[in-house]
């Protein structure tokens, strides 16, 4: 999830907490659990300050080790062993069970985002995506503010939030189902499909589709269950050459490869240099596809630059490589 549905998760788990009778009978307890769970929703996230380093180390560690197993037990003892002096008199126990419970949360919501999160390390690197919330759902960062509100207003926060997370229970349900009869309008259309990854958008009723067979790539989009394919491609195995061997050498085209399942290449050569390009095909938008990995090399087949992540224009995508086709 995004970083203002992880704080007011956090909150909202702060909340349920008051109904917990040491953490209301206690000052310290209640005030040091807030803050351990405010930043138990949050700190698994600490692995965003890798963008500073680049791209590709992003890409290959968000949502890695720090959502890991290890990482999900260790979290709330860092978390404590900086909180706890400050609050001597909290119960330790209570203050390590809900910050433990805010960490667990935190990365728990994110296997629900198309995204997903390296969960099962260190017992497996597979990467645990279900993808029936979008990475930021209105609805659910909605009803979680409107829960903030009516606590503000004096309201018995622990009733409330119980009752809002039991109605995402059931909100979670309906998107399961809802995911469920795309899958299936996928299958019908494309029956000897061997891989379909549906995504959830902002928008609760639309969905990105990417399907494969032994012979094509298809795109679509599916609003409710009325499933739309819009592009079509030849599935084209990535030959051993010396061009793209070289290019997979690139650390930002190695990340890109490490973590998408489904994408599409091309090659293109200039006077004085060649491009090569790979592009992701679950993220269609606008009649573009916003996450490539491009990389360009001499004619010596010596790596210029390369680049990997978000772009929404070939003007920016340009800017980024500093090179311009000739």
């Not at 903030?148 to 809002?164: D, E, H, T």
């Not at 958008?201 to 639309?206: A, D, I, P, S, Y």
Request: charged share 20%.
């Amino acid at each position: 999830m995004d970083t203002g549905t992880h704080i007011v998760m956090g909150l909202a788990l702060a909340g349920i907490a008051t109904l917990d009778p040491v953490v209301a009978e206690n000052s310290a307890t209640a005030t040091s659990v807030m803050i351990g769970t405010i930043v138990g929703s949050q700190i698994p996230d600490v692995d965003t300050i890798l963008k500073l380093r680049s791209n590709a180390v992003y890409i290959r560690n968000h949502r890695g080790i720090t959502h890991s197993i290890p990482a999900v037990l260790l979290w709330p003892l860092a978390i404590i062993a900086v909180i706890y002096p400050f609050f001597p008199e909290a119960n330790l126990f209570h203050l390590w069970m809900w910050t433990f419970i805010a960490v667990f949360l935190h990365v728990f919501v994110d296997i629900f985002n198309a995204y997903g999160t390296q969960a099962l390390r260190p017992f497996s690197s597979k990467w645990v995506a279900l993808g029936v919330i979008n990475t930021f759902d209105p609805y659910i960062f909605g009803i979680h503010i409107i829960g903030l509100i009516i606590w503000a207003f004096g309201a018995n926060p622990g009733y409330i939030f119980i009752a809002i997370y039991a109605i995402l229970f059931f909100y979670y349900v309906l998107r399961f189902r809802e995911k469920r009869k795309v899958y299936k309008e996928v299958k019908r259309m494309i029956p000897d499909a061997t891989e379909i990854i549906i995504a959830p958008t902002m928008k609760n009723n639309k969905w990105r589709i990417a399907v494969m067979n032994r012979h094509q790539f298809f795109v679509g989009r599916a609003l409710n269950s009325d499933v739309e394919i819009i592009d079509q491609f030849d599935r084209v195995p990535v030959p051993k050459i010396p061009i793209l061997d070289a290019a997979k050498k690139d650390k930002n085209l190695s990340a890109f490869l490490s973590f998408s399942p489904v994408y599409r290449w091309e090659i293109d050569e200039y006077d004085d240099y060649y491009e090569v390009r790979f592009i992701d095909l679950r993220y269609r938008s606008n009649d573009y596809y916003p996450f490539v990995a491009v990389v360009q090399l001499d004619t010596d087949l010596k790596i210029l630059t390369s680049y990997t992540g978000w772009i929404f224009s070939e003007e920016k995508l340009r800017k980024k490589l500093d090179i311009l086709p000739s």
